[in-house]
């Protein structure tokens, strides 16, 4: 999936819009200042921007597989995080909405504690088990989400849990059409792989949803303390 083409992502990305704004103000419950701070799967900046409104800080790093023409204005690190080295440690390390697509948490979790300095903190957003999830009962072939047990116990053996919370929003749309546009720009959606809706799929679809057009979203925020 390539985020990179989701030219629209602003406009449609409500829930990661949501999930970024929520993250931020948990973090703000325990601290705003710092010196290095590192975001990972930067994209178009929805919460980069946040990060400059409400935290202070000295050095600011974005990371992304590509580089957006937001980011191109920044100090950024191009590349998968699950293999690129952070250089320096870090006071802060953030995230939203891009670890539901890291296989390897606990592979993660490991490196990204070691590039953080000790009290350093790693906040994030992720898209949890049960997004989407009136799409994955029609395709039967979901992203693998994690729940909110799996991530407390991946990252509680490594940090300490200074908040772990989940949240729900719900997105009403008018017709198919129009849900699926929604997934179009947000470059999310839970199917694997390649598909392709032909014209009986489409009308299969259509009556899947049996005129409620509403797409479930699902995200923890986690606030760790190294
Ligand atoms: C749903 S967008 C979220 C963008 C932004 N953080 C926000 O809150 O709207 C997910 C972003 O994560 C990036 N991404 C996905 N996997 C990544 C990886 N392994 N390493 C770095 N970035 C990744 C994508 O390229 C994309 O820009």
Known sequence: MKFKSAKFYDLYAKP???????????????RQNFKDIYEIGAGSGV???LIIDNLSY?????NDLYESEFM?????????????????????????????????LENLANRLKFSLKSGGILAFSIFIDGTLREL????????EYKNLAQLKAIFGKK??????KEQEIKLKFSNLKELLTHLKHTGV?????????TKSSYKALN??????FSLSYKFAILILKN
């Open 16 to 30: 990661q819009i949501y999930a970024a704004n929520a993250l931020i103000q948990s973090l703000k419950d325990y």
């Open 47 to 49: 919460l980069t921007r």
């Open 58 to 62: 000295e050095n600011l790093i974005l």
């Open 72 to 104: 191109s204005k920044f100090r950024t690190q191009i590349g998968d995080i699950s293999n690129l080295q952070i250089q320096n440690r870090q006071d802060l390390i953030i995230s939203s909405s891009v670890f539901q697509w890291i296989n390897a």
């Open 136 to 143: 994955s009962s029609f395709t039967n072939q979901g992203l």
């Open 159 to 164: 940090f300490e849990i200074l908040t772990i």
């Open 189 to 197: 959606n839970n199917i694997k792989g390649e598909f392709k809706l």
């Open 207 to 212: 009556s899947h949803f049996n005129d409620d």
